[in-house]
C-alpha cells in the first residue's frame, strides 16, 4: 500500500460531487435553491441538450461581491451559516457550501456576478482547475448568472448513466416544477433548445396561485382537488388534496414542502398514504401539493447531501398531525361539496342524525322506509352543522348550483313521494326516478342526471355506520331466536375459539360446541338481512389471514368491511322509490361516501350541458 496523503481540492470537489451531482437536474435544483437564497425574484434557465450541452441560470437576487466570486467557487464556502447554532434554524435552502464547487469541478463553469451596489459585474470561470479562479470585469444587470456547459465532461463514468436528453430534461422540469410550487412568490421562465416550456409569471392572489398549480399539475387536478388549511400545536399544513376518485396510477403527483423545502420523507408518505388508506381503490396513488410550515428549529434538514430528506425531532406528533388532517378533510367530503363549488350558500343542510347508533338500531338494513310519506326527506331542513359549512367553504368544486329548481319541478315521480312544501328544496344528489336493471340508481337534480351504484354506495354507508358504531362501542346487536349451527374446518372452529372476544366486539356471538361445530348466538343488528352463515366464514377467513390478535385491532377496518359487504343491498334487489331516495339522503350526510369501501366511487353527475353535448343540442 502507498503513503498516505491530502487529496488535492480538485479530486476532493469531485469525489463530493459524486453525491451532490448525479445528473443534469442535480445542478438545476443547487441554482436554483442559490437563486432563491440570494433572493431572486425572478428567474430565468435556459436548457440545451437535455442539460448536458448547457445550463444557464440567471437571477435578479442579491448578487455576489467582487472579492468573494472566487470562494463562492471553493469547496466549504459559504455566507449562509457561521456556527453550528445556525445550522440549527437554518432558514436558506442551501449551507453546505459545496454545489458550486462541485458542480465546478465537473464541467466548464462561468459565475457572472453584479452586487446591488457595485457598478460593475464581474465574472470567474472554472474548469475543473486546483488553482483560485481569476476574476475579469463582464456585463451584467444586478443579479447572477451562472453558465454551466459540457457536464461530466471530465467524468466518462458519470456520463455513461445519463439517458437520453428528453430524459434528462423532464427531470430538470420536474425540479423547477417543485421550486415553482413552493415559491409562488417567484417568477420562473424555463426553456429547452430556445423553446419556452414553462412561464409562469408571480403568483400573488389566491386565484393566481391555483391558476400556477393547475399549469404545472394539470387543470383536471385543481378541479378535482380539496383546499386543506389545519393548524395546531405549533404546526401549520394547507394545500390542495384530490378527492379519492383522482387517484393515479403512480405516485408522480405528489408534492410536500417542508418549510418551502421539497421533500420525500417515509414518516410523511406513511402519514398521507394512511389517510387514504379507505378511500383509495388499491395500488392507486394519492395526488397533493402540501405545504407544512414549523419551527426550523424542531426539523433537522441536515440529513443528507441532497436536503431531500428531513428528520423531526416530533415525528409521531408530525405525523398523527397530517393524517388526522389530511383523514377529516377526506371524510367530510359529501356530494353537496363537489357538486357546488363556491356557491354553496343555498346548500342542503346535512347531518349526521341519521347515523348515530341510535338510529342504526331503528332498521336494520336503513333502506327501509316508514309508511309516511315525509321519511326520506326527513334529514333535510335541519341546521346546517359546522363541519358541513366549513368544508363547504373550503371546497373548490366545480359546476354551478341552481337553487332555482326545486323538487316540484321534478318530473315523473310518483304524486305521494312529493316532498311537503317546505321541503321542496331540491337535495343535492336530488331524488330518484327509476333503477336500472337492479344495479344503478338515476336520479334527477338541479344539475341534471345522477347516476349511483346501489351497492357500492349502501356498502360504504353501512362500512361508516359500523365503523361508528365499533369506535363508539355501540354495536347494536341482535339475538338470533334460533341459534344457528355452523358446521366449519377444525381450523376455522379454533380460530372462532382464540378470537371470541374479538369476535364479541364485533358483535358477533360464536360458540364452539364441537370440534368442527359453531354455534352463532347473536349478530350486529345492522347485518339482521344478510346470510348469517356467510357472514361468519367470511369473517373466519379474515381472521385466518390476519393472523394474531394484535393485528387483527389493527386491521379491525378490514374486518368491517367484510361485514359491510354482507349488510349491503345486492345488485338485482328492487328498490322502492322511497328506499332509493333514502339511500341518496343517507349519502350525502356520509362520510366518504364517494366511494365504495373498495375506492371505487359510488356516484356521477351527467350535467344538462354534458348531455346537451351528447345529444348536440345547442342551448
Ligand atoms: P451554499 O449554497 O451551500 O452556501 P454554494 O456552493 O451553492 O453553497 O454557494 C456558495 C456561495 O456562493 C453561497 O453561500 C452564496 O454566498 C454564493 N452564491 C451562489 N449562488 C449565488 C447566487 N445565485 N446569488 C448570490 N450568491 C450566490
Ligand atoms: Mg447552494
Same mark, same amino acid.
Given at each position: 500500500m502507498s503513503r498516505i496523503h491530502v487529496l488535492s481540492p480538485q479530486l476532493a470537489n469531485q469525489i463530493a460531487a459524486g453525491e451532490v451531482v448525479e445528473r443534469p437536474s442535480s445542478v438545476v435544483k443547487e441554482l436554483l435553491e442559490n437563486a432563491l437564497d440570494a433572493g431572486a425574484r425572478r428567474i430565468e434557465l435556459d436548457i440545451e441538450g437535455g442539460g448536458l450541452k448547457l445550463i444557464r441560470l440567471s437571477d435578479d437576487g442579491s448578487g455576489i461581491a467582487r472579492d468573494d466570486l472566487p470562494l463562492s467557487?471553493?469547496?466549504?464556502?459559504?455566507?449562509?451559516?457561521?456556527s453550528l447554532d445556525d445550522l440549527e434554524a437554518v432558514?436558506?435552502?442551501?449551507?453546505?457550501?459545496?454545489a458550486l464547487a462541485s458542480i465546478s469541478s465537473v464541467s466548464r463553469l462561468v459565475l457572472t456576478s453584479r452586487e446591488i451596489s457595485a457598478d460593475t459585474a464581474f465574472k470567474v470561470s472554472a474548469e475543473g482547475r486546483d488553482m483560485l479562479p481569476a476574476v475579469a470585469p463582464a456585463a451584467h444587470p444586478v443579479g447572477t448568472s451562472v453558465e454551466v456547459r459540457d457536464l461530466f465532461f471530465n467524468t466518462p463514468a458519470r456520463r455513461k448513466f445519463l439517458r437520453t436528453e428528453k430524459t434528462e430534461f423532464a427531470h430538470i422540469e420536474e425540479v423547477v416544477k417543485r421550486q415553482a410550487l413552493s415559491r409562488f412568490d417567484v417568477g420562473f421562465v424555463l426553456r429547452h433548445n430556445q423553446r419556452v416550456v414553462h412561464q409562469l409569471p408571480p403568483a400573488v392572489s389566491p386565484v393566481e396561485q391555483e391558476r400556477r398549480i393547475g399549469q404545472l399539475c394539470g387543470a383536471q387536478f385543481m378541479q378535482n382537488a380539496i383546499l386543506i388549511e389545519h393548524e395546531a400545536s405549533g404546526l401549520k399544513l394547507h394545500g390542495w388534496v384530490a378527492l379519492?376518485?383522482?387517484?393515479?396510477?403512480?405516485?408522480?403527483?405528489q408534492y410536500f414542502f417542508v418549510n418551502q423545502r421539497v421533500i420525500r420523507d417515509k414518516l410523511v408518505a406513511h402519514a398521507i398514504k394512511q389517510a387514504y388508506r379507505d378511500v383509495l381503490y388499491h395500488g392507486r396513488h394519492p395526488a397533493f401539493v402540501l405545504y407544512l410550515a414549523l419551527d /426550523?428549529? &424542531?426539523?433537522?434538514?441536515? !440529513?443528507?447531501p441532497t436536503k431531500h430528506e428531513v428528520r423531526f425531532r416530533d415525528g409521531r406528533l408530525v405525523h398523527d398531525f397530517i393524517f388526522r388532517s389530511l383523514h377529516r378533510a377526506l371524510a367530510e367530503v359529501r356530494p353537496q361539496d363537489t357538486l357546488s363549488?363556491?356557491?354553496?350558500?343555498?346548500l342542503v343542510a346535512s347531518t349526521d342524525a341519521g347515523s348515530t347508533p341510535a338510529a342504526m338500531a331503528q332498521?336494520?338494513?336503513?333502506l327501509s322506509v316508514a309508511t309516511d310519506t315525509g321519511e326520506p326527506f326527513r334529514?333535510?331542513?335541519l341546521p346546517v352543522t359546522p363541519s358541513a359549512g366549513m368544508i363547504r367553504d373550503q371546497i373548490r368544486g366545480y359546476g354551478a348550483l341552481? /337553487?332555482? &329548481?326545486?323538487?316540484?319541478? !321534478?318530473?315523473?315521480?310518483?304524486?305521494?313521494?312529493q316532498p311537503s312544501a317546505e321541503e321542496s328544496e331540491m337535495p343535492p344528489l336530488g331524488f330518484a326516478i327509476a333503477q336500472l336493471h337492479g344495479i344503478y340508481v338515476l336520479a334527477q337534480n338541479s344539475l341534471g342526471l345522477v347516476l349511483v351504484d346501489m351497492h357500492a354506495a349502501h356498502e360504504r354507508i353501512t362500512y361508516e355506520r359500523l365503523k361508528k358504531a365499533y369506535y363508539a362501542r355501540a354495536m347494536s346487536v341482535q339475538p338470533l331466536l334460533v341459534p344457528l349451527s355452523l358446521t366449519v374446518s377444525a381450523r376455522e372452529a379454533a380460530l372462532a375459539e382464540e378470537h371470541n372476544e374479538a369476535l364479541t366486539t364485533l358483535g358477533l356471538l360464536v360458540e364452539r360446541i364441537g370440534p368442527e361445530l359453531l354455534l352463532i348466538r347473536q349478530i350486529p343488528a345492522m347485518l339482521s338481512q344478510s346470510d348469517v352463515a356467510k357472514l361468519v366464514r367470511d369473517v373466519l377467513a379474515d381472521l385466518f389471514v390476519l393472523g394474531s390478535s394484535d393485528r387483527l385491532e389493527a386491521r379491525v377496518n378490514e374486518l368491517l368491511a367484510t361485514m359491510a359487504c354482507h349488510g349491503s343491498v345486492r345488485a338485482n334487489r328492487q328498490l322502492t322509490l322511497a328506499e332509493m331516495n333514502r339511500l341518496l339522503r343517507d349519502m350525502e350526510v356520509t362520510?366518504?361516501?364517494?366511494?365504495?369501501?373498495?375506492?371505487?366511487?359510488t356516484w356521477t353527475q351527467l350535467s344538462m350541458a354534458e348531455l346537451d353535448k351528447l345529444f348536440l343540442r345547442g342551448r
Amino acid at each position: 500500500m502507498s503513503r498516505i496523503h491530502v487529496l488535492s481540492p480538485q479530486l476532493a470537489n469531485q469525489i463530493a460531487a459524486g453525491e451532490v451531482v448525479e445528473r443534469p437536474s442535480s445542478v438545476v435544483k443547487e441554482l436554483l435553491e442559490n437563486a432563491l437564497d440570494a433572493g431572486a425574484r425572478r428567474i430565468e434557465l435556459d436548457i440545451e441538450g437535455g442539460g448536458l450541452k448547457l445550463i444557464r441560470l440567471s437571477d435578479d437576487g442579491s448578487g455576489i461581491a467582487r472579492d468573494d466570486l472566487p470562494l463562492s467557487l471553493s469547496r466549504h464556502a459559504t455566507s449562509k451559516i457561521q456556527s453550528l447554532d445556525d445550522l440549527e434554524a437554518v432558514a436558506t435552502l442551501g449551507f453546505r457550501g459545496e454545489a458550486l464547487a462541485s458542480i465546478s469541478s465537473v464541467s466548464r463553469l462561468v459565475l457572472t456576478s453584479r452586487e446591488i451596489s457595485a457598478d460593475t459585474a464581474f465574472k470567474v470561470s472554472a474548469e475543473g482547475r486546483d488553482m483560485l479562479p481569476a476574476v475579469a470585469p463582464a456585463a451584467h444587470p444586478v443579479g447572477t448568472s451562472v453558465e454551466v456547459r459540457d457536464l461530466f465532461f471530465n467524468t466518462p463514468a458519470r456520463r455513461k448513466f445519463l439517458r437520453t436528453e428528453k430524459t434528462e430534461f423532464a427531470h430538470i422540469e420536474e425540479v423547477v416544477k417543485r421550486q415553482a410550487l413552493s415559491r409562488f412568490d417567484v417568477g420562473f421562465v424555463l426553456r429547452h433548445n430556445q423553446r419556452v416550456v414553462h412561464q409562469l409569471p408571480p403568483a400573488v392572489s389566491p386565484v393566481e396561485q391555483e391558476r400556477r398549480i393547475g399549469q404545472l399539475c394539470g387543470a383536471q387536478f385543481m378541479q378535482n382537488a380539496i383546499l386543506i388549511e389545519h393548524e395546531a400545536s405549533g404546526l401549520k399544513l394547507h394545500g390542495w388534496v384530490a378527492l379519492p376518485a383522482f387517484s393515479r396510477s403512480q405516485a408522480d403527483l405528489q408534492y410536500f414542502f417542508v418549510n418551502q423545502r421539497v421533500i420525500r420523507d417515509k414518516l410523511v408518505a406513511h402519514a398521507i398514504k394512511q389517510a387514504y388508506r379507505d378511500v383509495l381503490y388499491h395500488g392507486r396513488h394519492p395526488a397533493f401539493v402540501l405545504y407544512l410550515a414549523l419551527d /426550523p428549529g &424542531v426539523v433537522d434538514v441536515n !440529513v443528507h447531501p441532497t436536503k431531500h430528506e428531513v428528520r423531526f425531532r416530533d415525528g409521531r406528533l408530525v405525523h398523527d398531525f397530517i393524517f388526522r388532517s389530511l383523514h377529516r378533510a377526506l371524510a367530510e367530503v359529501r356530494p353537496q361539496d363537489t357538486l357546488s363549488g363556491s356557491t354553496g350558500a343555498s346548500l342542503v343542510a346535512s347531518t349526521d342524525a341519521g347515523s348515530t347508533p341510535a338510529a342504526m338500531a331503528q332498521s336494520p338494513l336503513q333502506l327501509s322506509v316508514a309508511t309516511d310519506t315525509g321519511e326520506p326527506f326527513r334529514t333535510l331542513g335541519l341546521p346546517v352543522t359546522p363541519s358541513a359549512g366549513m368544508i363547504r367553504d373550503q371546497i373548490r368544486g366545480y359546476g354551478a348550483l341552481h /337553487p332555482e &329548481v326545486t323538487a316540484a319541478s !321534478v318530473a315523473s315521480r310518483a304524486p305521494q313521494d312529493q316532498p311537503s312544501a317546505e321541503e321542496s328544496e331540491m337535495p343535492p344528489l336530488g331524488f330518484a326516478i327509476a333503477q336500472l336493471h337492479g344495479i344503478y340508481v338515476l336520479a334527477q337534480n338541479s344539475l341534471g342526471l345522477v347516476l349511483v351504484d346501489m351497492h357500492a354506495a349502501h356498502e360504504r354507508i353501512t362500512y361508516e355506520r359500523l365503523k361508528k358504531a365499533y369506535y363508539a362501542r355501540a354495536m347494536s346487536v341482535q339475538p338470533l331466536l334460533v341459534p344457528l349451527s355452523l358446521t366449519v374446518s377444525a381450523r376455522e372452529a379454533a380460530l372462532a375459539e382464540e378470537h371470541n372476544e374479538a369476535l364479541t366486539t364485533l358483535g358477533l356471538l360464536v360458540e364452539r360446541i364441537g370440534p368442527e361445530l359453531l354455534l352463532i348466538r347473536q349478530i350486529p343488528a345492522m347485518l339482521s338481512q344478510s346470510d348469517v352463515a356467510k357472514l361468519v366464514r367470511d369473517v373466519l377467513a379474515d381472521l385466518f389471514v390476519l393472523g394474531s390478535s394484535d393485528r387483527l385491532e389493527a386491521r379491525v377496518n378490514e374486518l368491517l368491511a367484510t361485514m359491510a359487504c354482507h349488510g349491503s343491498v345486492r345488485a338485482n334487489r328492487q328498490l322502492t322509490l322511497a328506499e332509493m331516495n333514502r339511500l341518496l339522503r343517507d349519502m350525502e350526510v356520509t362520510e366518504r361516501s364517494g366511494q365504495c369501501n373498495h375506492g371505487r366511487p359510488t356516484w356521477t353527475q351527467l350535467s344538462m350541458a354534458e348531455l346537451d353535448k351528447l345529444f348536440l343540442r345547442g342551448r
